[in-house]
């Protein structure tokens, strides 16, 4: 039992850290703003960066794309094993219990569930609100900066 998770937590620390990596340096998004207008000097100088960031992800992808198959390789391999001995340590604990313990448990879990249940709904109303205002100021600002360039000609 103690060799599952002493390789189990490295490679949890691994994958987390990659995680952070990834999300640290993942591509912009669709809500990315248009660049402003630029004069052809500095035009070269983007188009060079832009090679120059395509290429380092490209490198960095390239990298932490074996290692995350590593993790999803040891955690297929160790997970079911874990959960199968956690489940029968939970099967031997519960029968120790009164019957009435166990209803009271069984309560209890099924409470938590429904609140769990109404949780995840409610912060789906948050995100999707949240969601929306981010929309309706990108699409305020493009309109702005659609107007600065028409008055700006």
């Known amino acids: 039992m103690r060799t599952p ?16 990596v990834h999300a640290a340096v993942k591509p912009m998004g669709g809500d990315a703003k248009p660049a402003p207008p630029v ?3 500095r035009r070269g100088e983007i188009a060079d960066l832009d090679a120059k960031i395509k290429q380092l992800r490209q ?13 999803k390789t040891v955690r297929d391999k160790y997970e079911p094993q874990i959960k199968s001995l956690e489940d029968q340590r939970k099967t031997l604990a519960e029968e120790t219990k009164l019957p009435k313990i166990q209803e009271l448990d069984r ?7 429904a609140l769990a249940d109404r949780e995840k709904a409610e ?3 948050v995100k ?3 969601a929306d205002e981010r929309k309706a100021i990108l699409q305020k600002y493009d ?7 028409l008055s700006g000609k």
């Open 5 to 20: 998770i002493r390789v189990l937590i490295p490679v949890l620390a691994l994958t987390l850290v990659a995680w952070g």
């Open 39 to 41: 004069d052809d000097a």
């Open 59 to 71: 490198e960095f992808h390239a990298e932490l794309d074996p290692l995350q198959a590593q993790v």
């Open 107 to 113: 309560q209890e879990e099924a409470d938590l569930a």
């Open 123 to 125: 912060v789906e109303k």
């Open 128 to 130: 999707t609100r949240y």
């Open 143 to 149: 309109e702005q900066r659609k107007e600065a360039q």
